[in-house]
């Protein structure tokens, strides 16, 4: 019987990835159909630029985002399932509550942000005020809550094909400013359609989940006046979201200081081959999305036997996703960016194959970082990720000033490398501690 349960809770986990998998597949087709004909109408500069201000957008957004799809699993699964109504309104209207507040922050943070640090940023003026116009779309990019709901009712499907839409959508308006040889703006304010449509696809789609699952109305009143406060609500939304923060702030603030210390050509050179390496191990890090759910059921049963049983099988998968990553981007990742960017690079095979790696240690960590988060570690994740980029950025700044793109692409392994032997050395210390203790009680 445990057996069936283990082989199901890992079934669940294939299938909600394959589901989120098809829907990136569709994505990245539609980017390798929409970057390069950007990247012909208006230049590798211009697109260098681009790439400079939705990668600042997309920080901001991140840095003020608080994740409320988090609390909205922990806190409230058991009251959906045991259909505590009420509970499950008034953790549902915080987490509405989270998107609004932490979206109008981030507005104000992304306005205030480019007025005071575009010349750092080696901004040309030209194109500052079109980036605080980016940055109202802030607003309607948390989408935290309808992401709860989705993933709470196990609708994977739903998400894929808003995100699809959102993919469609950017690729029709760039194909629009392609035929009329639009400029730099017209491919922001597409990109920025393209957050907005999201907006209102996954929020409609969420309220029609919620109507359709619930059998009460959803009091508004609770979403503007509280009536009740969530012991430990407040502790877990701003520990995960810190711990996002993190990552996030890594990942874009990278692209930002290569274009402000080396130029945006090569920004727009790094920040693509990123996203060629990223694309290849989405399927690795599809699985996080599903890993929650069935971890916190697996630590809510006291079945510590079969979440490790599922975390090794987990493992032995990313392992071969690793092993195809690798060869892909040895083989083909010089090609592929020469396709996207429209532009050869000599040192193009070397920056893939160097971020590849990186990945491949990022691969690893997947399952870990859910782990930790359902124990209750979620300080000792934020502690390893304030460690990282502490010497994440030094490493990076002295190697990009000495070997420029290539040296960033090095500094992105030796962070992988750190944040690999943190977590997997405290999960081990997790497990150790959770099978002496389920043996002291037999």
Known sequence: MKNSTHKSAFSRII???SIIAFGRLINAICSFIYIPWTVKTIGLDAFGQLLLITSYVMLISDITHLHSWQPLLHFGTVSFHERKHRHFHQILAFCMRSDLISGLFGMIVGIAGIMLFSHA???????????????VFILFMNRGWPVGVMRLLNKFKMATI???VGSITRTVGTFIGYVFREDLVFFLLVWCATQFVLFLLYNGVAFWLVRKNVERRFPWREFFLPTVKIPGIWKLTIGTSTSRILDSFSKQISTLLIG???????AAIFRVASQITNALSKPAGMLIPSLYPEFIRFRDEQDWKGLRHTMMRIFRTIALLGIAVLLISLSAGNAILDYMLHYHSYYGGVLVSILAISVLIDITIVPLEPF???MGKVPTILRAKIFTLLIYMPVLFIFTKQWGIWGAASASVVASVIMFVWCSARALQVFSHVYRC???DI
């Open 162 to 164: 808003v995100e699809m």
């Open 15 to 17: 299938s909600n990835t």
């Open 372 to 374: 930790l988060t359902v």
């Open 438 to 440: 389920s043996r002291s």
């Open 121 to 135: 940023m080696g901004w040309p003026d030209s194109i500052c005020s079109v980036a605080e116009l980016c940055t």
């Open 260 to 266: 402000a210390w080396i130029g945006a050509s090569d």
